[in-house]
Structures are given as C-alpha cells and as structure tokens.
C-alpha cells in the first residue's frame, strides 16, 4: 500500500493555509506533515484542524520550526512572503523535497536564489495556480503571436484590499506569455501606473493595471485593442480553493521529478 504524501504548509492560519489544510484533510492519499507559522505570530502551537475549521482535530500545532517540519515533509506549499519564501527553498533544497511556490513580488535577487535552490529541490513556482490562469497564459500567448504589435495588450487586474504586492503575479504571468507570443522581454516592454502627462502609448508596450478593494479574490482581463476593434480574455476566481487544489495537484504531480525549476503549465501538461 503507498504510503501518503505529507505535506507542509507555510502561513497556517491564513487564509490560504486554512483552505489547504481542510483540503489535505479530505483527500485521500496526502497527509498533513504539520504548518509553519512566523514567530510570534498567536496560532503557534494551535491545533492546525482547530485553525481550519475541522469537526475535529489533527493532533498537529501550528510551529515556527521550519527546519524540523520541512525534513520530515514530502512537500511544501508556500504562499507567503518572498523573504520566506526564499529561505524556505534553501531548507527544501536541503531536505531535497518539492517546494510548491505560490508567493509572488519577488526580485531578481530572489529568483536567482530560488533558481539556485531548484538545483537540488524539486521546485513548482507559479504566479497563479489554477487551471483556468494557466489556460488563459497559453491562450494570451497565442493570441499575441496571431495579432502581432499593431495590437495595443493591457492587462487589468483587480484583489481584495489586502494584497500587498502589484502588479499581481497573476498579471505578471499573463503579460511574460503575452510577451513571449510577441517575442519581446517583457520588462523592457511594460508599462506600469501611469499618471500625469505620460506622452502617448509606447507601441508595443503591455500596459498594467492594478485595481484593489473589498473581498475580490481574483479578477484578470486581457485586453487586446487596435483600431476599431477590441478582444478580451478574462479570468474570474470565486473560490481560494482553486489555487489551493492546483498547490496540491504540483505537490502530487512533483513526487519523484528530481531537481529543477517547473511551472503549473508543465504540471497541466499545457503547451
């Protein structure tokens, strides 16, 4: 009989850690390894079933002890902060375990620091984890490959007022495949929080738009304009629980790969 993958989740009671620890909890075949909260923070030692909302509890507390919860862990699934985030892909690289990232607002710094960990971790990092996102990147892909630069692509996006980083690394994903069908590095073609006497439109620039408030969990449109005509792709997101089944798809989907770097594309197996 196999044995159950054990996971471990970063930001326990949060609200993404909450959801992934029912979800551990109701599927078959994975185990809850334990849930790393920050020191300090009052969940410590708060049984993770209790923080979940379970029936019952798991006879796990939440701990600040990554380096112990990650060596005895299969996985881990991480949506936190990117100052975490890269530490934790040093302890994964160590334990030579999948580390699932779901973290976004990293700079290059700390992506060549989680390039470096995947050296020897199993590493899935993903500005957006559900199956709907990923198909909307390849479409977007296509779609600017097809149109070409004549094509004016913004790319408008809106959360819940408590997200701290923009543009959403959803965006950022939808304009890297955007630029990708066009054939351009997307960071010396983007546009960002324009304001005042900006000049005309930069011809083929993708322009980003971060809109926040209330309890939006995730809206994204595509907007592809030219003269008289206009074409949008948008992506709706109305439960967390999309992102956190995608987390556990790549936890799963990540047992025995061996060491790189893989996005959910390679997960879905999306071209």
Do not use: C, Y
């Amino acid at each position: 009989m196999a044995q159950d993958i054990r996971i471990a989740v970063t930001g326990a009671g949060g609200r993404m850690g909450r959801t992934l620890i029912r979800l551990i909890a109701e599927t078959g075949g994975l185990a809850l390894a334990g849930g790393l909260e920050a020191e300090g923070s009052p969940h410590l030692g708060s049984d993770l079933g209790t923080l979940a909302g379970l029936a019952e509890p798991l006879g796990v507390a939440a701990t600040s002890d990554a380096l112990t919860l990650i060596k005895d862990a299969d996985a881990l699934i991480d949506f936190s902060v990117p100052s975490a985030t890269v530490e934790f892909a040093a302890l994964t690289a160590q334990a030579r375990i999948v580390h699932v990232i779901g973290t976004t607002g990293f700079t290059e710094e700390d992506e060549a620091r989680i390039e470096a960990a995947a050296r020897h971790a199993t590493i899935v990092k993903a500005g957006n984890m559900s199956l709907g996102v990923n198909l909307l990147a390849a479409l977007a892909r296509q779609a600017a490959k097809a149109l070409g630069p004549d094509w004016d692509i913004e790319i408008v996006e809106m959360h819940h007022r408590h997200k701290v980083d923009a543009p959403s690394g959803t965006a950022l994903l939808l304009g890297e495949a955007a630029a990708e069908g066009r054939g351009i590095p997307l960071g010396e073609n983007s546009e960002r929080g324009r304001d005042g006497q900006t000049g005309a439109r930069s011809k083929g620039a993708i322009g980003f738009a971060s809109l926040r408030g209330g309890s939006v969990v995730g809206e994204h449109d595509i907007i592809f304009a030219t003269e008289h005509e206009r074409i949008v792709l948008r992506h709706v997101a109305e439960d967390r629980g999309i992102f956190a089944r995608g987390a556990l798809k790549a936890a799963t989907w990540g047992q025995g790969k061996g060491p790189g770097l893989f996005s959910m594309a390679d997960v879905l197996g999306i071209e």
